[in-house]
T-cell receptor, first 112, second 114 residues
Framework: GENVGLHLPTLSVQEGDNSIINCAYSNSASDYFIWYKQESGKGPQFIID?????DKRQGQRVTVLLNKTVKHLSLQIAATQPGDSAVYFC???????????FGAGTRLFVKA | DAGVIQSPRHEVTEMGQEVTLRCKPISGHDYLFWYRQTMMRGLELLIYFNNNVPIDDSGMPEDRFSAKMPNASFSTLKIQPSEPRDSAVYFC????????????FGQGTRLTVV
């Protein structure tokens, strides 16, 4: 069949607005979640993480929310800047496990 | 620490040739991961090591792919013979404790097989 590329979900926001990127994770046993940011030509870079004993964690301009009931994770970026334009990946892992599983990613465009 | 170091940054090779990608993890990290990223499949985990021992190579696409970690500071991913469909960006990452700690990624090697 014809090959098609991965169509990443895309979020376009105005500079200065808040961004919310969502992610559904797959494994009920996962107890550790990470958000990574990947800029063009670079490897994924850690932004923030959260463990399953928490619902919310805040960093500098970023907040991660975890809803274990519906296996949903979100990343909120406050006052989005052009430098935030990138692909954002959520990843899940679990205590005692060896690896993290990456989601497909969401592309964030920030309009000046 | 300089972070995870990969070489080369770019590699262009002809179909059928052997390709070797190299990685130096962060000192003290017990886990090393090799990923492949393409537009078609996103970020795929190929293989990972714990204390230099391969733990899970189920992501390695074919026998043409092999990986080694002869010591704690060096790993290689080899493709022999290479094919055009192997063209991708290959990332190496290391982490302190595996699945419940963050992974640190290198800059990647962009491989083009013509």
């Amino acid at each position: 069949g014809e090959n098609v590329g991965l169509h990443l979900p895309t979020l376009s926001v105005q500079e200065g607005d808040n961004s919310i990127i969502n992610c559904a994770y797959s494994n009920s046993a996962s107890d550790y979640f990470i958000w990574y940011k990947q800029e063009s030509g670079k490897g994924p870079q850690f932004i923030i993480d959260i463990r399953s004993n928490m619902d919310k964690r805040q960093g500098q301009r970023v907040t991660v929310l975890l809803n274990k009931t519906v296996k949903h994770l979100s990343l909120q970026i406050a006052a989005t800047q052009p430098g935030d334009s990138a692909v954002y990946f959520c990843a899940e892992g679990f205590t005692g496990g060896f690896k993290t599983i990456f989601g497909a990613g969401t592309r964030l465009f920030v309009k000046a | 620490d300089a972070g995870v170091i990969q070489s080369p940054r770019h590699e262009v090779t002809e179909m059928g040739q052997e390709v070797t990608l190299r990685c130096k993890p962060i000192s003290g990290h017990d886990y090393l991961f090799w990923y492949r990223q393409t537009m078609m499949r996103g970020l795929e985990l190929l293989i990972y090591f714990n204390n230099n021992v391969p733990i899970d190579d189920s992501g390695m696409p074919e026998d043409r792919f092999s990986a080694k970690m002869p010591n704690a500071s060096f790993s290689t991913l080899k493709i022999q013979p290479s094919e055009p469909r192997d063209s991708a960006v290959y990332f190496c990452a290391s982490s302190l404790k595996g699945g419940n700690t963050e992974a640190f990624f290198g800059q990647g090697t962009r491989l083009t097989v013509v």
